[in-house]
Every structure is written in C-alpha cells, then in structure tokens.
C-alpha cells in the first residue's frame, strides 16, 4: 500500500519555496484521500545553533501555518518528530549501516558547515536521522523539492541495504524528481529561495502582508528585455517568476507566457510583477488570516500535535519492533 510521508522544519516562516515545493502538493495528496503523515522536524532544526523559547513558539507557528494552508488533521497525521521517540533509535541503526563517506558527499553537509568554525556531528548525520523518519513509516512516496531529492536517495540506499542484510522490512522509496520543484531566491535566481538567506527581500514569505509581497516582487532580479518568456538557462530570474506563477494556478509556463504575451509589461517587467503579485496576494490572504485566527488557539494546536503523536507512535512502534526483532535485540530463545 501506498504511504505518504514528509517533513518540515519549524525554522522562521514558511516561504514560496517550501509552499510550492512541498506544502502544496501535500494538501493534494491528503484530499486525494491518500495515507499521509507530515511531520514538524525539531530535531532536525537544532543541528544548527538555536533559541529554544523561539523553537518553542516556532512549533507552534508553524502548526498553525501548515493547518491555515489547508492540512487537515482528520484527514492526515500531522505529528512533532521529537515526540516519537523511535526516530532517534532508528536513526542509530541506519548510521550502523551508512559511512562516513556516503555521508560526505551530500551537498547540503558542504553547504551549511562553511560557515561554521566547529562543525557539531549532527549536521553531518542529518540525513541519516532524515532516512530514520521516512523508513520508520515505511512510506513509499516522499514528497519534497529538489534540494532534498540526494536526502531520499540515501534513504532509499539504507531501506535496500537493511533489507538485504537483516530480511524484507522496508518497501521501495520512490524518488519523483522534477525540477521546476525548486524556486529560486528573488535577489539571485542562482540560488534557491531559502529560510537561512540573509536577506528577508529574497523569498516571500506565506505571512507576508500584500503590501510587502508587492515590494518585494518589484525588486525581484530579472533582466533589462520587457518580454516574459521561460527559458530558465538564459533567463533564470523571469522563469522563476513565471515557474511560480504557474505552480500557482496550476497553467504551464508556456500558457502563462502566451496570457501575458501582450502585455505592456514597462519597465524591468514592472507590470507583469504586478499581474503576478495579484496572484499570490489571492493566494495567501485566507492563509494568512486563517494563520492569525489559529494561532490565537495554542490549546487547539497542542491537541492537534498530541493526536498526531498518537498516531504516529502506533505507526512507529510495530516498525520499531520489527527492526529490534530483525537485528538480533530481541532473545526470545
Ligand atoms: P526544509 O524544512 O528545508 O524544507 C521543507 C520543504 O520545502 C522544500 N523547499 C523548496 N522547494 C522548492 N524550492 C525551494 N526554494 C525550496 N526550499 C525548500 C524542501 O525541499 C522540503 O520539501 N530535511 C528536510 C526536512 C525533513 C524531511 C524528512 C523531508 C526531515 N525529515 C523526511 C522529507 C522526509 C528539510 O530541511 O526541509
């Protein structure tokens, strides 16, 4: 049977990115009437230093964004990684199965440990936690952008290997690759929209009020040509628009460009960034309304998220079992 499962960091805001990345099409999947569970990754979110009162009320905020974009507890378990113990314990296992350089060769390792002067250990086995939450729900599908798709490679590498050595346990993962999957940042579109980018007029967020949004897509980076089209090589920051554009309404790039074909689009595509900013104001003010109702209910949203870990732990347990039993745990001659 199919299952679905992802995850999120409760880091600052959730922006465009992670939306049209991930979020979105999660609330497909879960209406669909799919087997979904997404989970608020905090362990995850402490490999790099951290406030634990804003982690805290992070949590929480980013409960409340993903029910205001629309995840609904009924229909999907929506649960805090940290609050199912197991995560951590198979996590173990799977480093038992992995190696150093395996790990080593993963981007994202490089990336965030250039700046730092003492690399903490858990950065580097990250992924290895990462592959713990997908395998312990044995999901078969992993919806993420394409900065994560190496991260659901290893997975996919541990679940063979575990099954090879210590017997059928994990099903197939199966990796959908795409790569209009990855928004660019604003200010450079040679880079992806990212929560750890310094500059704040790099990515919209999904609160960000209309006014903000607008100033921020105006100064969006493009290129001196006034015409819209979608060659993401040559023009990568009006294709990123564009890319966003269509995510959002579900047209492809090609149709959007053909809508707007005779446009008057001024100055540095001031009028198309206008176009588009209606769009996505449309788009995210019942969400950010939605968002400033729920937040004001932190009891509703610690009921949420202890359902969910209810859930997930009766999920996580027989799995959980089943590894113990597999790997020699258990003596029960
Ligand atoms: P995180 O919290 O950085 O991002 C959450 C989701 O948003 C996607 N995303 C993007 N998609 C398109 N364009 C962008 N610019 C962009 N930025 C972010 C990410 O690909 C991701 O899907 N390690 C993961 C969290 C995680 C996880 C998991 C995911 C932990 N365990 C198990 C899947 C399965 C992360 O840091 O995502």
């Not at 979608?230 to 809508?259: A, F």
């Not at 003010?285 to 610690?302: D, G, T, V």
């Amino acid at each position: 049977p199919k299952r679905i499962f992802s995850g999120i960091q409760p880091t600052g805001n959730l922006h465009l990115g992670n939306y049209l990345g991930a979020v979105q099409k999660w609330i497909q999947l879960q209406d669909n009437g799919e087997n979904v569970i997404w989970s608020i990754v905090d362990m995850h979110s402490i490999t790099l230093p951290h406030d634990p009162k804003e982690l805290s009320n992070n949590i929480l905020k980013m409960t409340a964004t993903l029910l205001a974009c629309g995840i609904d507890p009924k229909k999907s378990i929506l649960f805090q990684q940290s609050t199912v113990d197991t995560h951590a314990q198979l996590c173990w296992i799977l480093g038992c199965l992995t190696s150093f350089t395996r790990l080593a060769r993963l981007p994202q390792f490089k990336e965030k440990s250039e700046t730092l002067k003492s690399i903490p250990l858990s950065l580097y086995i990250y992924p290895v936690l990462q592959a713990a939450d997908i395998l312990l729900y044995k999901a078969t599908d992993v919806p993420v952008g394409q900065d994560q798709v190496q991260h659901i490679q290893l997975a996919q590498e541990l679940a063979i290997k575990f099954n090879k050595k210590f017997g059928n346990t994990f099903p197939s993962i199966c990796v959908v690759e795409d790569a209009s999957q990855r928004i660019k940042s604003l200010r450079d579109p040679s880079k992806k929209m990212s929560k750890s980018d310094q500059t704040s007029k790099s990515r919209l967020d999904i609160l960000d009020k209309p006014e903000i949004l607008i100033e921020k897509l105006k100064k969006a980076v493009t290129d001196f040509t006034s015409k819209v089209t979608y060659e993401p090589e040559k023009r990568p920051g009006v294709s990123n628009l564009v890319t966003i554009h269509s995510m959002l309404t579900g047209k492809s790039p090609d149709q959007i460009c053909s809508e707007v074909e005779g446009l008057d689009t001024g100055k540095y595509l001031l009028i198309y960034k206008l176009v588009l900013a209606d769009v996505i104001v449309e788009k995210l003010n019942p969400i950010r309304e939605e968002f400033s109702r729920l937040i004001r209910e932190p009891a509703y949203l610690q009921e949420v998220l202890r359902n969910g870990t209810e859930r997930a732990t009766e999920i996580a347990s027989d799995s959980w079992c089943e590894v113990r039993n597999k790997i020699g745990f258990e003596n029960d001659i």
